[in-house]
C-alpha cells in the first residue's frame, strides 16, 4: 500500500484545512486508517482514526470538536478535516493504514504502511 497525503500549508489560528491521504496498491476499505502529528523532537502523537469496517471513527481528546476523520472507499482516499485550528497544531502530519486490533487504534506501531507527510503551520 503507498499513501500520499496532501493539503498540508499556512494557515492562520482559527482558519480549516482539509488534509488527504490517498491510496494506491490496495483498497483502504482493508484496513484501518490513522492521522498523526509530529513535531521536532517528539514522538508521533495520534490525532484520529477511521476503521475499516464501519467505518466508525475515533479521535484524540485535543481534538474533538475541532478535527473530523472521514473516508471515501470509492475514491480510496482518508481525509482529516480540520478547523479551529491552533499554533500548536502546528506539525508535519501522517497518515498510515493497517490492520490495528480496536484496543491498539492511537499506537503508530500498529500500523504498517505510512505517508511521506504533510506539513501544517498555524500561524499569524
Known amino acids: 500500500v503507498q499513501l500520499v497525503e496532501s493539503g498540508g500549508g499556512l494557515v492562520q489560528p482559527g482558519g480549516s484545512l482539509r488534509l488527504s491521504c490517498a491510496a494506491s496498491?490496495?483498497?483502504?476499505?482493508?484496513?484501518?486508517v490513522g492521522w498523526f502529528r509530529q513535531t521536532p523532537g517528539n514522538e508521533r502523537e495520534f490525532v484520529a482514526a477511521?476503521?475499516?469496517?464501519?467505518?466508525?471513527?475515533t479521535s484524540a481528546d485535543f481534538v474533538k470538536g475541532r478535527f473530523t476523520v472521514s473516508r471515501d472507499n470509492v475514491a480510496n482516499t482518508v481525509y482529516l478535516q480540520m478547523n479551529s485550528l491552533k499554533p500548536e497544531d502546528t506539525a508535519v502530519y501522517y497518515c498510515?493504514?493497517?490492520?490495528?486490533?480496536?484496543?491498539?487504534?492511537?499506537?503508530?506501531?500498529?500500523?504498517?504502511?505510512w505517508g511521506q507527510g504533510t506539513l501544517v503551520t498555524v500561524s499569524s
Open positions: 498510515a493504514a493497517g490492520r490495528a486490533k480496536l484496543s491498539e487504534t492511537s499506537n503508530p506501531k500498529a500500523y504498517n504502511y
Open positions: 477511521s476503521r475499516r469496517n464501519t467505518g466508525s471513527t
Open positions: 496498491g490496495r483498497t483502504f476499505r482493508d484496513y484501518v
